[in-house]
């Protein structure tokens, strides 16, 4: 299994430019989400998901969009790219909690390598 | 007010030492609460789940405290590789949603 795949690694945008951020995962997940982590502030979840044709909005989802599609993707679409949107993004995803008992340890979160943006 | 309150640090310690963090959480509807690890610009990888009667794995115990809303984390026998930031992580089922804190970094020094 690949897990948890991002791309792309690293990607510098100029100021006003869209882009669509790609994660992947293959372990059947139902939830999926995105987070921003700026210096000390910890991760912040952008957007989540709970299944295919299921979005919600997180903390700070201002200048972003989500779809899913498929189990599988939940790409993350910047509209017009700011330079408050530097960050590094990183995507995850887990089982939802109660489908197996309720045990904690079902909702673990797997997390993908990030991406790292830069908006000049 | 933050749902999920970490003392930043930098906790600086020796080899050999022990050394422990606590959380707070706000919500008393939280469900699922975990630790995980991040070394500097990697991703969070789970350390552990946090179960309500307490758990260990080898050097580390996790606790809860639900009447007190706190999590903590020992770590016995520290050692260099343990250098990283450990984040508190609390699940609301409710509202399927994590909640993570910003994190307490850790420096083991030979």
């Known amino acids: 299994n690949a897990g948890v795949t991002q791309t792309p690694k690293f990607q510098v945008l100029k100021t006003g430019q869209s882009m669509t951020l790609q994660c992947a995962q293959d372990m059947n997940h139902e939830y999926m989400s995105w987070y921003r982590q700026d210096p000390g502030m910890g991760l912040r979840l952008i957007h989540y998901?709970?299944?295919?044709?299921?979005?919600d909005q997180g903390e700070v989802p201002n200048g972003y969009n989500v779809s899913r599609s498929t189990t599988e993707d939940f790409p993350l679409r910047l509209l017009s790219a700011a330079p408050s949107q530097t960050s590094v993004y990183f995507c995850?995803?887990?089982?939802?909690?109660?489908?197996?008992?309720?045990?904690?340890?079902?909702?673990?979160?797997?997390f993908g390598p990030g991406t790292r943006l830069t908006v000049l | 007010r933050k749902e999920v309150e970490q003392d930043p640090g930098p906790f600086n310690v020796p080899e050999g030492a022990t050394v422990a963090f606590n959380c707070t959480y706000s919500?008393?509807?939280?469900?699922?609460f975990f630790w995980y690890r991040q070394d500097c610009r990697k991703e969070p990888k789970l350390l552990m789940s946090v179960y309500s009667s307490g758990n260990e794995d080898g050097r580390f115990t996790a606790q809860l405290n639900r009447a007190s809303q706190y999590i903590s984390l020992l770590i016995r026998d520290s050692k260099l590789s343990d250098s990283a930031t450990y984040l508190c992580?609390?699940?609301?089922?409710?509202?399927?949603?994590?909640?993570f804190g910003s994190g307490t970094k850790l420096n083991v020094k030979p």
């Open positions: 992580v609390v699940n609301y089922w409710n509202f399927n949603k994590f909640y």
């Open positions: 998901s709970v299944g295919a044709g299921i979005t």
């Open positions: 995850a995803s887990s089982y939802l909690p109660g489908l197996a008992g309720g045990k904690p340890s079902t909702d673990t979160q797997y």
């Open positions: 919500n008393s509807a939280s469900q699922s």
